[in-house]
């Protein structure tokens, strides 16, 4: 019985090696690619400021506005004026309507089926 005993012991000790040498693997497996996935991240952040100061640099009014007196008479752009803006009280919205339905055609609903029966099956 002893023997039953130490055999199934050194079993179980051998199951679990192979399991926690397995998980082993894994977890560094996951940490490589975590720090791989975070090298990506840093990466793509410092290509995100490169071109937001990029986009400010090219959108620079000094800029433009040289863009648009030299294709002006290709664009036939106008420089904007104060008169051109407006204010939020002068928007002329939609009128509301009333949100409920308006049914103008009736449909008559009955509880008779086609043969006359209710909906329990019964004659009325």
Known sequence: MKTLLYIATCLAVFGLAFWAYRENYTTQQVLKETRSLQRQIGASQVRLSVLRAE?????RPD??????????????????RPEQFGRVDEVAYP????ERLDFTNGV??????TNGQ???GTQP
């Open 63 to 80: 800029r433009l506005r040289e863009l648009a007196e030299l294709n002006f008479d290709r664009l036939s752009l106008l420089p904007l």
């Open 108 to 113: 008559e609903v009955s509880s008779l089926g």
């Open 118 to 120: 209710t909906a329990t």
């Open 95 to 98: 009128p509301q309507e009333d």
């Open 55 to 59: 986009w400010a640099y090219l959108n």
